[in-house]
């Protein structure tokens, strides 16, 4: 890494000069995650079109040895040949590459998301990736949030037991360790990068995405205006409802919701 030349890049940014690293003096896992990351920097922040597909290629080419080293220190790591998304994938907790950058998708401990890591959280003193759990455990000493007690809340009377109880069974339904805000008037809280909110039942619920269609008749306006519908607004709202369902109205995250044994429905606002 020493022997590596910087130039100047898009929007006078300083990145590799990918003619200077020899892909096959790349011996530590250090120095094979930061030949990546840097030359995905300088494709990515291009001078010009030779230097900037050097580095693409270069990129490319180490992506498949990157991921497996991550994979072995016990991260899912979305790092591919064709970039670092991986579609239909469901894990909230992810490593991956941005121009430059070892990213965490989010964390169970800050509300943070795409957070990037410093050198000294990935890699020890002889350039060997850290195991996830101790990336992870400094990650934590920097940025994580004070964790929220239910118990203490209770006994101040900042939230009601019956509340509290709700949101310790949703922690537990969705295996969320910490809880770092609550609002009770709003029947939300929030675990790291996660908010929630519940509802007594499904009548609830479904009342609520009706009367929340109501006030606002843009999509009833634009329905009709498209020819999709010509009923009036009240027969619209309740086609939306039959058809589609209330959780298509109230949970805008990703449409679903899950339920605890006693009826209660809960689903992920953000």
Same mark, same amino acid.
């Given at each position: 890494?020493?022997?590596?030349?910087?130039?100047?890049?898009?929007?006078?940014?300083?990145? #590799?000069?990918?003619?200077? $690293?020899?892909?096959?003096?790349? +011996?530590?896992?250090?120095? $094979?995650?930061?030949? =990546?990351?840097?030359?995905?920097?300088?494709?990515? =922040?291009?001078?010009?079109?030779?230097?900037?597909?050097?580095?693409?290629? *270069?990129?490319?080419?180490?992506?498949?040895?990157?991921?497996?080293?991550?994979? +072995?220190?016990? %991260?899912?790591?979305?790092?591919? /040949?064709?970039?670092?998304?991986? &579609?239909?994938?469901?894990? !909230?907790?992810?490593?991956?590459? *941005?121009?430059?950058?070892?990213? #965490?998708?989010? @964390?169970?401990?800050? !509300?943070?998301?795409?957070?990037?890591?410093?050198?000294d959280e990935l890699f020890d003193d002889g350039e060997k990736l850290?195991? *996830?759990?101790?990336?992870?455990?400094?990650? /934590?000493?920097?940025?994580?949030?004070?964790?929220?007690?239910?118990?203490? *809340?209770?006994? /101040?009377?900042?939230?009601?037991?019956?509340?509290?109880? $709700?949101?310790?069974? $949703?922690?537990?339904?969705?295996?969320?360790?910490?809880?770092?805000?609550?609002?009770?008037?709003?029947?939300? =809280? +929030?675990?790291?990068?996660?908010?929630?909110? %519940?509802? /007594?039942?499904?009548?609830?619920?479904?009342?609520?995405?009706?009367?929340?269609?109501?006030?606002?008749?843009?999509? &009833?306006?634009?329905? @009709?205006?498209?020819?999709?519908?010509?009923?009036?607004?009240?027969? &619209? #709202?309740?086609e939306v409802i039959t058809s589609d369902g209330w959780a298509h109205?109230?949970?805008?995250?990703?449409?679903?919701?899950?339920?605890?044994?006693?009826?209660?429905?809960? %689903?992920?606002?953000?």
């Amino acid at each position: 890494m020493k022997d590596w030349k910087y130039v100047k890049g898009y929007e006078g940014r300083k990145i #590799v000069d990918p003619r200077t $690293i020899d892909l096959t003096k790349l +011996k530590t896992d250090k120095a $094979i995650i930061k030949a =990546f990351a840097e030359l995905g920097a300088s494709s990515h =922040f291009r001078p010009e079109d030779r230097l900037g597909n050097l580095a693409y290629d *270069m990129h490319r080419s180490l992506a498949d040895q990157v991921r497996a080293i991550f994979e +072995k220190a016990g %991260w899912h790591a979305h790092i591919f /040949k064709t970039g670092s998304a991986e &579609w239909n994938c469901r894990r !909230d907790l992810y490593i991956f590459e *941005m121009a430059g950058s070892i990213e #965490v998708s989010e @964390v169970l401990f800050s !509300d943070s998301s795409n957070i990037a890591l410093k050198d000294d959280e990935l890699f020890d003193d002889g350039e060997k990736l850290w195991p *996830m759990t101790i990336t992870l455990g400094l990650l /934590k000493k920097r940025i994580g949030q004070d964790i929220v007690n239910l118990k203490e *809340m209770v006994e /101040k009377g900042e939230i009601d037991k019956d509340a509290a109880v $709700i949101i310790a069974k $949703i922690m537990e339904a969705e295996g969320l360790a910490e809880l770092h805000e609550v609002d009770a008037g709003n029947r939300t =809280f +929030k675990s790291g990068a996660k908010e929630y909110t %519940w509802r /007594k039942n499904e009548e609830e619920a479904e009342e609520e995405a009706r009367e929340s269609l109501k006030p606002d008749d843009e999509l &009833w306006r634009m329905a @009709v205006q498209s020819g999709y519908t010509k009923k009036g607004l009240e027969e &619209w #709202v309740e086609e939306v409802i039959t058809s589609d369902g209330w959780a298509h109205v109230l949970c805008t995250y990703d449409g679903t919701y899950d339920a605890l044994d006693d009826g209660i429905v809960f %689903w992920r606002v953000n």
